[in-house]
């Protein structure tokens, strides 16, 4: 059964100081869409992060964006919130503990740079759940030049702190200029919280030729999508090398992870003044599944997390999921966490620093609500059991990543078992429902 690591909070950071962080998210990256996967597609600057920090093989989110970001933010499945899907209505209730006010409360300065998608009204945004500073889109990915969400009463988005705003240029640079801004005016008695959520690679694409050229080798039909990922590729580097000449990349722990699978659709058609430039966007080979499903293309994605000089270079194959972040983040930075959350993460902490062996968590749950009523998925160590509306499918994830071959009809009894255990963690569901 799971580690009851949950509340080891107080181990203290490894320097003397209190680290930053940063926390980059890309937006619908798939598995196969890094170099270091093998992908064409130019990523240098995330290669590096992963090859020169710790490469988390086994990572885990939701199958689509806001559901991820709840989960990053608080530590909590999004079922607990009642969210499976992107929202552009308010998706956690007022007082939630988030990490930026757990953060904030610490002395940190906390700021997000880029999509919240976690209420896309003013007076639901980054400021009202522990952010300081403010800036990007409140609902999801936009055009790249002027910004605008999909049509319809939230195309207008973007902004900074309370207020909308129209600026010129593209969002990945927009995005990437603000955290490097931050960096460099970052108090010097304040250790930073930095979120960087960017809307690369989300469709609609624009991109310029100086990153078409970049990609002209890749097929026409996703040379748009891969140009858009070398650009904000690009804007991580940036955004290191900020950390480099302030003098703050050795006191700052960075993650990098993908909110979602790639995905096989094109919905620019929704946006105004767009057209479709692709047929498939994001690749998630050899995982089975895009965004949207429950297989592992669909919610295993790239992830890393880099600290130079106090975590160790290696590959955790271990399974870890996108809840993790807010107990392991708090027990870097020697944050108590509050105890009046019940956490579905876990404090990895140990792990990544070497203190414990990843064996202690191979075995934990992870439970994953889907985007329909019905649809959940439950990892139990190497077994994960799917249900929808079909047959429940079963797979051994370690034998059998693809998911390629379906074996509940040859382990009835597992079936069972994983079902119950679903059942157990489907009624914690809608526990934190948001009030009007």
Not at 51 to 64: H, K, N, Q, S, W
């Amino acid at each position: 059964m799971r580690l009851l690591l949950l509340f080891a909070f107080l181990a203290a950071p490894l320097s003397a100081a209190p680290p930053n962080i940063v926390v980059i998210v890309a937006d619908d990256m798939g598995w196969a869409d890094v170099g270091y996967h093998g992908s064409p597609i130019p990523t240098p600057h995330i290669d590096a992060l992963c090859e020169t920090g710790i490469e988390l093989d086994r990572f885990y989110v939701a199958p689509m964006c806001t559901p991820t970001r709840a989960a990053l933010l608080t530590g909590r499945y999004w079922s607990r919130f009642g969210n499976t899907r992107p929202s552009n209505t308010r998706v956690l209730p007022w007082g939630t503990p988030t990490l930026a006010s757990t953060l904030k409360a610490a002395g940190y300065q906390t700021a997000i740079s880029g999509k919240w998608h976690l209420g896309s009204k003013l007076e639901w945004g980054p400021q009202k759940f522990g952010f300081d500073h403010s800036y990007g889109s409140l609902a999801g990915g936009v055009t790249p030049w002027t910004h605008l969400y999909k049509r319809g009463p939230y195309t207008k988005t973007w902004y900074r702190d309370d207020q909308f705003i129209e600026e010129k240029g593209h969002v990945t640079d927009l995005i990437t200029e603000e955290a490097v801004r931050r960096i460099h005016e970052k108090p010097d008695d304040q250790p930073l919280f930095l979120y960087v959520p960017y809307t690369a690679p989300h469709t609609p694409f624009d991109e310029s030729d100086e990153y078409l050229k970049r990609v002209a080798h890749i097929p026409a039909d996703r040379r748009q999508y891969a140009a858009s990922c070398t650009h904000m590729d690009e804007g991580v580097g940036r955004i290191i090398q900020a950390l480099e000449k302030t003098d703050q990349r050795d006191n700052t722990l960075v993650v990098f992870f993908s909110d979602n699978g790639g995905t096989k659709s094109d919905d620019s058609h929704n946006f105004p003044d767009t057209k479709p430039t692709t047929k498939t966007n994001g690749f998630n080979h050899p995982l089975r599944g895009w965004k949207k499903e429950l297989y592992e293309g669909g919610i295993r994605v790239p992830a890393c997390v880099n600290w130079p000089g106090n975590l160790a270079k290696a590959k955790l194959s271990a399974p870890l999921h996108a809840t993790d972040w807010l107990p392991t983040i708090l027990a870097a930075a020697g944050v108590e966490a509050p105890s009046n959350i019940k956490y579905d993460g876990q404090n990895i902490w140990p792990i990544l620093t070497g203190k414990a062996a990843p064996s202690s968590i191979e075995d934990r749950l992870i439970y994953t609500k889907g985007i329909h009523q019905i649809d959940a998925s439950l990892h139990y160590g190497d077994w994960k059991l799917i249900r929808s509306k079909s047959s429940p499918q079963l797979f051994h994830i370690r034998e059998d990543p693809s998911e390629e071959n379906d074996v509940s009809k040859s382990h009835p009894e597992q079936v069972k078992e994983l079902i119950r255990l679903m059942d157990t963690e489907a009624s914690k569901d809608n526990d934190a429902l948001p009030s009007s």
